[in-house]
């Protein structure tokens, strides 16, 4: 009886196995994602060998860079002394010498700080924006950045945008003044006509009665380096979304002639080059003007930045307005909407989140393209490495002042692409 | 109904074009067209008054008189008797010419790393993904300039590959030389009965279509599957190649080191390898976005159920993922086409003769005449502009789904 055995039957699971030593840990991540295979393997070994090729052209001459130096010649000199005569190395002290120039080109250097703080007040000016977080009565120092920011950066009275803001208090009043007529389109005109006639009739003369308090004006030809990119792009950046927002919603209307003006100005501005662009606003625009125009050169290819991205912001949007199911459009409608409200508060908020990636893309590009004004003659940083390439005491130099510039431009613009998946993320909302 | 009919049936009063939404879109139309018309004729009158304040006419006689400057690279023949009409053909050849180099140099680098980033191996696809973000984020301007300071500056110079031990060698088997002064390559020369290779030729490219039908017709009837590819690609270069070891008419003109400089061959000038190189590899790495999102827009069950048919995987990305994939690639693909092309106006800052640097540069600079010189260039761009979109339109309407 005793060894008639006992069926065998497990009261409790058996612990699972660990996984076999190749499969785990850094030898299992090496195998599944470099070592998978025989094409695989040498891929791999393709790669690291690339790889190995680059950094040990890069890090010796990172290694041997030299900070301070007088000229290229010098430069090289100190590394042939110190690492041997055929070892190279970054002649950096070129960045070094001409960083403010980068910076800031041949702006007053006893007013470098007007730039900067104009540049920090600017995220300040940014934040309420970008992050919903914020406290929203920030967004009024954001109505008044523009408006500091110029008279920072050119300088003159205070009293120029203190009196150009004073145009839309007029319009303001004209509102509420005009809120009391009996028919609705008495407001929006009379805050038009009373803008208007601050700007053209009382403005000037108001400046010129004003004392001249203010800072020490500076000149558009003296803007350069980072600073002028900067400007240009952000203020290319802050008026093509409203703009492009504007000619979308224009090329969707009913309105068979609106639609045409939006159609005839998005495929005119997208299918010439900007640099052509940027040429008839150095070359044209003061023939388009009343005689005697003269407007400066920095606002001309700021006006013309602006157009060019618009038009490719209106393109964004479109697609995002495109992609909005017919029933939102319904439902705003049934609630009695009309077309602003409808607009401003069902339809936009949907098509601006999705057309989010795109929407930033164009800014990096807006961004990108602010270095074609060095064809035109600013010296923006590209422009100012040419002038350095034809320096005596820098001629030859190709990787540190390129590769200085592409990565600045790289920081900035990746950031930017970073921060709109992060964008992305944030306001997704459908559950997929 | 009878409220829209009792609505019809009021008489029409002025105010209604203020608050009647019916009226109201014609009253802002006419409001715009007024606004757009006065803005133009302000224009109009403006650079009227201008042009006549200093002196100047608007015509394009100037196009018929003598350009007197020189092209360094030409398709056609020019020199600098030739008129300011010729140096813009000139120019528009050679914008054409970097845009077809760029256009397809970019495609396939673009496709190439796209399919990189997509890679199972970790490294490859970050390596790929280095090369996307390095030339996304850094303007293109940047990326000619730099291309260019590095071939005239780190380059040989033609006589660097002279000598016992020259300090540099030329690639392929002796018949490319990467200098300076651009690459010196090896050039076809057409000698007489060059026709009959052409001839050959053109039947073999007749022959590639007909043998895909054949194979195609042949597929649907057994569902066999021949090697299409191999047998085009033999079909494409073995008849004329064989045609022209016969005739022995079209012979390829090696450049060889004379005293001073290579003799021989064609010199691809610098300035070209420099814009096309610079354009390709920047336009690459929008490409491997665009092909690379077109890739993973196509849902995993496409793939499975096609590997469940029992299709390699091979045949699975020919036959079931690229053709729904290309879809999705090839009208971003066209834009970016078109951005290439418009980006080759930078040309100007390495030398390179295209229509913005002869129409829009130096003729427009000696004859002053910058109103018609940027009119006739920006109809150019326009022109080419609309025929890429138009052509993408009609694509895009035939290959979309037939819904509903």
Same mark, same amino acid.
């Given at each position: 009886m005793a060894n008639q055995a006992m069926p065998f039957s497990r009261s409790e699971m058996l612990p699972p196995e660990p996984p076999p030593g190749s499969a785990v840990g850094v030898v299992g991540w090496l195998r599944a994602n470099l070592f998978s295979s025989i094409g695989n393997s040498i891929l791999t070994i393709l790669a690291l060998a690339l790889i190995w090729l680059v950094l040990s052209h890069v890090w010796p001459w990172l290694a041997h860079a030299v900070w301070n130096a007088d000229s290229y010649a010098q430069c090289r000199q100190i590394i042939a002394d110190t690492w041997g005569p055929d070892a190279g190395g970054a002649c950096l002290a070129v960045i070094r010498e001409r960083w403010k120039q980068f910076m800031f080109g041949f702006y007053p250097i006893e007013a470098y700080w007007r730039p900067t703080l104009a540049f920090i007040l600017m995220f300040v000016a940014l934040a309420p924006i970008l992050f919903s977080a914020l406290p929203r009565k920030m967004l009024w120092f954001s109505l008044i950045f523009p408006g500091l920011a110029y008279w920072l950066l050119w300088g003159g009275s205070i009293f120029v945008p203190i009196v150009i803001y004073a145009g839309f208090a007029a319009g303001w009043l004209g509102f509420h003044l005009g809120a009391r007529a009996s028919a609705a389109f008495v407001a929006p005109l009379l805050a038009a006509v009373f803008a208007l006639v601050w700007w053209f009739f009382i403005a000037s003369p108001l400046?010129?009665? /004003?004392?001249? #308090?203010?800072?020490?004006?500076?000149?558009?030809?003296?803007?350069?380096?980072?600073?002028?990119?900067?400007?240009?792009?952000?203020?290319g950046i802050a008026f093509s979304l409203p703009l492009g927002v504007l000619l979308a919603l224009g090329r969707r209307s009913d309105l068979v002639f609106v639609k045409a003006i939006c159609v005839g100005f998005i495929e005119f501005i997208r299918g010439v080059p900007l640099i052509a662009l940027l040429l008839v606003a150095s070359f044209l625009l003061n023939i388009f003007m009343p005689p005697g125009t003269n407007f400066d050169i920095? /606002?001309?290819? #700021?006006i013309m930045v602006t157009l060019f991205s618009a038009a490719y912001m209106a393109e964004v949007i479109r697609g995002g307005l495109a992609a909005l199911p017919r029933g939102q459009y319904e439902g705003a409608d049934a609630l009695g909407l009309n077309f602003w409200q409808a607009t401003r508060l069902v339809i936009m908020p949907q098509a601006l989140k999705i057309s989010i990636p795109g929407i930033v893309n164009t800014f990096i590009g807006l961004f990108k393209d602010t270095t074609l004004v060095a064809i035109i003659g600013l010296l923006d940083p590209?422009?100012?490495i040419t002038s350095i390439r034809a320096n005596a005491a820098w001629n030859g130099m190709v990787w540190e002042l390129y590769g200085f510039v592409a990565v600045l431009f790289f920081v900035c613009c990746f950031g930017m692409s970073k921060y709109s998946q992060y964008l992305e993320r944030k306001l997704r909302t459908d559950h997929r | 109904m009878a409220i829209t009919e009792a609505h019809s049936r009021e008489p029409f009063r002025l105010g209604m074009l203020l608050y009647d939404t019916r009226y109201r879109s014609i009253t802002i139309q006419i409001i715009a067209l007024i606004a757009v018309l006065t803005f133009f004729g302000w224009i109009v009158h403006n650079t009227v008054a201008n042009l006549h304040a200093l002196g100047k006419t608007f015509d394009f006689g100037f196009l018929g008189q003598?350009?007197?400057y020189d092209i360094s690279q030409t398709l056609i023949p020019y020199t600098n008797d030739s008129t300011h009409g010729r140096a813009a053909l000139v120019g528009i050849l050679n914008t054409l010419l970097v845009a077809f180099l760029g256009c397809v140099t970019a495609t396939i680098i673009g496709v190439f790393m796209g399919v990189?980033?997509?890679?199972?191996?970790?490294?490859?696809?970050?390596?790929?993904?280095?090369?996307?973000?390095?030339?996304?984020?850094?303007?293109v301007l940047l990326w000619i300039l730099a291309l260019m300071a590095i071939i005239t500056d780190t380059l040989p110079a033609p006589s660097a590959f002279r000598g016992e031990n020259a300090s540099a060698s030329m690639l392929f088997g002796d018949t490319v030389a990467l200098t300076n002064r651009g690459a010196y390559v090896p050039w076809p020369i057409f000698g007489p009965g060059w026709q009959v290779v052409a001839g050959v030729f053109i039947l073999s490219l007749i022959a590639i279509l007909l043998f895909r039908r054949y194979a195609h017709a042949r597929q649907e009837a057994t569902g066999q599957a021949l090697p299409v590819f191999w047998i085009s690609l033999a079909l494409f270069f073995l008849p004329a190649l064989a045609a022209d070891a016969v005739v022995g008419a079209v012979t390829l003109d090696v450049p060889t080191l004379q005293r001073f400089n290579f003799e021989g061959g064609g010199l691809i000038d610098k300035s070209l390898v420099a814009l096309w190189f610079a354009l390709a590899l920047y336009t690459g790495a929008f490409i491997a976005e665009i092909v690379r999102g077109g890739i993973q827009a196509?849902?995993?069950?496409?793939?499975?159920?096609?590997?469940?048919?029992?299709?390699?995987?091979?045949?699975?990305?020919?036959?079931?993922?690229?053709?729904?994939?290309?879809?999705?690639?090839?009208?971003?693909?066209?834009?970016?086409?078109?951005?290439?092309?418009?980006?080759?106006?930078?040309?100007?800052?390495?030398?390179?003769?295209?229509?913005?640097?002869?129409?829009?540069?130096?003729?427009?600079?000696?004859?002053?005449?910058?109103?018609?010189?940027?009119?006739?260039?920006?109809?150019?761009?326009?022109?080419?502009?609309?025929?890429?979109?138009?052509?993408?339109?009609?694509?895009?309407?035939?290959?979309?789904?037939?819904e509903r």
């Open positions: 400046i010129n009665l /004003l004392p001249d #308090i203010g800072l020490m004006p500076v000149q558009s030809k003296q803007f350069g380096g980072f600073m002028l990119s900067v400007t240009i792009g952000v203020t920095i /606002l001309r290819v #700021i590209i422009g100012l | 003598r350009a007197g990189l980033r997509l890679s199972s191996n970790w490294l490859i696809a970050r390596l790929a993904s280095v090369y996307v973000e390095m030339f996304r984020n850094v303007p196509i849902s995993r069950g496409q793939s499975e159920a096609a590997g469940a048919l029992g299709l390699r995987p091979n045949r699975i990305m020919s036959l079931v993922i690229l053709p729904q994939a290309l879809r999705i690639i090839i009208p971003p693909l066209i834009s970016q086409y078109l951005n290439l092309t418009k980006n080759s106006s930078l040309a100007i800052v390495v030398g390179y003769a295209d229509v913005r640097a002869t129409l829009g540069g130096i003729t427009m600079n000696q004859t002053g005449r910058e109103l018609e010189c940027m009119l006739l260039m920006m109809g150019f761009y326009l022109l080419i502009s609309l025929a890429i979109s138009s052509l993408m339109n009609w694509y895009n309407s035939s290959i979309a789904l037939k």
